[in-house]
């Protein structure tokens, strides 16, 4: 008996060592310090990344032209030199570009959500000839890159008569070739696809049609869908300027068509004496790109719950 209790008695640090494991590494595994560890790390260098150009460009639009030639002034400038934004506010003329950005900016990202529930809708729900080839070329037209067609559009666009105006971007939109729409397409096929038949059945039986059915059932059901695909499409119009410089000339214009002549802009407002171009310093510039991504920064705000329960619902996340 003497014996088997020796043979049984665990050495005194194995007690030790079992609980350094379990601090360490968890219960699990994916509950300890050093997985915990690893993972705030991971999240905070993932999270330097993104902000890191923002926190600079906000530094550096605060700094005097003294402070960025100093050497000894890193991120803290001495004082809050706001005159670079006065200066920018006047270069990008930004309210009036503002109001332009967001008219040919919310009115296509509107209509092409409307249009891309029902395209999805209308796939996912019904069966008719040709469905999933038609399917396979709508998604093909995201492959496609715009450089591809934008001589055909323009020269179409033109003999309509629609090149300098909104229509320019309205016109795809309506017909579901919007920019991305066949993303926004697929993310409304995913969602009205997983939607319970007998919810559509139950409203049948009640004397429903198929677009009552679409207006009182599917689409608030789909509200995640549709705050992504808005929130996306918004963006993408926003930032789009290969286009917008195409189709819209000198009738239209946006901030970040500003942005993309702001050096020359300002070398015309604020010239030298003797009518030389002036020198504009890196503080001006970062104030003009702080001011252009600004509005999407708000709305990104206002709206980030939403946002992140419409990404966690709608299937974006590969659901």
Request: with cysteine; charged share 15%.
């Given at each position: 008996m003497a014996s088997e209790s020796l043979?049984?008695?665990?050495?005194?640090?194995?007690?030790?060592?079992?609980?350094?494991?379990?601090?360490?590494?968890?219960m699990k595994g994916n509950d300890g310090l050093l997985?915990?560890?690893?993972?705030?790390?991971?999240?905070?260098g993932i999270g330097f990344v993104y902000l890191f150009p923002l926190l600079y460009m906000i530094s550096y639009s605060l700094k005097?032209?003294?402070?960025i030639l100093n050497p000894l002034v890193n991120w803290i400038p001495t004082q809050l030199y706001l005159e670079n934004y006065q200066a920018a506010y006047a270069v990008l003329k930004f309210l009036p570009t503002l109001l332009e950005s967001l008219?040919?900016?919310?009115?296509?990202?509107?209509?092409?959500?409307?249009?891309?529930?029902?395209?999805?809708?209308g796939f996912a729900r019904f069966a008719f000839p040709f469905k999933r080839t038609m399917f396979v070329l709508v998604l093909a037209t995201f492959i496609i890159p715009p450089q591809v067609t934008v001589i055909p559009r323009y020269v179409f666009f033109n003999e309509i008569g629609?090149?300098?105006?909104?229509q320019a971007f309205l016109f795809p939109a309506l017909l579901g070739q919007g920019i991305n729409s066949a993303i926004f397409i697929?993310?409304?096929?995913?969602?009205?696809?997983?939607?319970?038949?007998?919810?559509?059945?139950?409203?049948?039986l009640d004397g429903a049609g198929y677009l009552r059915i679409f207006l009182t059932l599917a689409l608030p059901m789909a509200a995640p869908a549709i705050?992504?695909?808005?929130?996306?499409?918004?963006?993408?119009?926003?930032?789009?300027?290969?286009?917008?410089?195409?189709?819209?000339?000198?009738?239209?214009?946006?901030?970040?068509?500003?942005?993309?002549?702001?050096?020359?802009?300002?070398?015309?407002?604020?010239?030298?004496?003797?009518?030389?171009?002036?020198?504009?310093?890196e503080g001006i510039n970062m104030a003009g790109t702080v001011m252009t991504i600004l509005p999407m920064l708000v709305v990104y705000a206002i709206t980030q719950r939403w946002f992140v329960e419409?990404?966690?619902?709608?299937?974006?996340a590969g659901e």
């Open positions: 043979t049984n008695r665990k050495p005194k640090g194995t007690g030790i060592v079992t609980r350094l494991k379990k601090l360490a590494f968890g997985y915990k560890l690893f993972i705030y790390g991971l999240l905070i005097s032209l003294d402070d008219y040919v900016t919310a009115i296509p990202a509107i209509v092409q959500t409307a249009v891309c529930a029902v395209v999805g809708y629609i090149l300098g105006s909104i697929l993310i409304f096929y995913q969602f009205f696809k997983m939607m319970p038949k007998a919810l559509e059945e139950a409203a049948q705050i992504i695909s808005f929130l996306f499409s918004f963006v993408w119009y926003w930032n789009e300027t290969y286009l917008a410089a195409i189709y819209f000339g000198n009738s239209l214009t946006t901030l970040p068509l500003e942005l993309q002549k702001f050096v020359a802009t300002y070398q015309q407002m604020y010239p030298q004496s003797g009518g030389e171009a002036s020198e504009i310093n419409g990404v966690d619902r709608s299937g974006i």
